[in-house]
């Protein structure tokens, strides 16, 4: 069974850089593609971009600008950052497995809740 | 950008009742549609992808119709293990409808 497992800090200030690393056990980080999502009261659910195996990535237009995604196959995880944060980047954030040949998840994180706060 | 609405966004509905929940799309999204469940604390489960293929292992009560911008998430006959918010997320520039919740009557 496929299990992803989020890390990171829980709690930032304004202006810096959330970093977070999504660690994939039970499968391979190939031939997938790879998502972060985040879930926030005002804003719903919101993809973030997906990063391929093979270090493709695509990122949601709004964020693009402050987003970089990587993958590192030896160590079977990826990584998420997001710089210059203000309080409208606290949310849940989810890393989630692409299902094969769709653009839609099947494979989710339990989440973790990052806290931009001064 | 693709703009998603849900219909109704609260529901109430009792044990063995069949529920249906409506989401649409501001321009055509062909079947690219799926549909998710969501507990409290929990990710999102997928459900439903491209319209009305049932994911794997999920109950057969659940089932997908629709095309281009209006689709449909039925519940024949709600279970307990039910309740709980469901969203739809289209593929074309990977958003989430609102959510529907369904709750106890």
């Known amino acids: 069974q496929v299990r992803l497992q989020e890390s990171g800090p829980g709690l930032l200030k304004p202006s810096e850089t959330l970093s977070l690393s999504c660690t994939v056990s039970?499968?391979?980080?190939?031939?997938?593609?790879w998502s972060w999502i985040r879930q926030s009261p005002g804003k719903g659910l919101e993809w973030i971009g997906y990063i391929s195996y093979s270090g493709i990535t695509n990122y949601n237009p709004s964020l693009q600008s402050r987003v970089t995604m990587s993958v590192d196959t030896s160590n079977n995880h990826f990584s998420l950052n997001l710089s210059d944060v203000t309080a409208a980047d606290t949310a849940v954030y989810y890393c989630?497995?692409?299902?094969?040949?769709?653009?839609?998840?099947?494979?989710w994180g339990q989440g973790t809740l990052v806290t931009v706060s001064s | 950008d693709i703009q998603m609405t849900q219909s109704p966004s609260t529901l109430s509905a009792s044990v063995g009742d069949r529920v249906t929940i409506t989401c649409r799309a501001s321009?055509?999204?062909?079947?690219?549609l799926a549909w998710y469940q969501q507990k409290p604390g929990k990710a999102p489960k997928l459900l439903i992808y491209d319209a009305s293929s049932l994911e794997s292992g999920v109950p057969s009560r659940f089932s997908g119709s629709g095309s281009e911008t209006e689709f449909t998430l039925t519940i024949s006959s709600l279970q307990p293990d039910d309740f709980a918010t469901y969203y739809c997320q289209q593929s074309n520039s990977l958003t989430f409808g609102p959510g529907t919740k369904v709750d106890v009557k």
């Open positions: 321009q055509s999204v062909s079947r690219w």
């Open positions: 039970g499968g391979s980080i190939s031939p997938y593609y």
């Open positions: 989630a497995r692409r299902k094969t040949n769709t653009y839609f998840f099947d494979y």
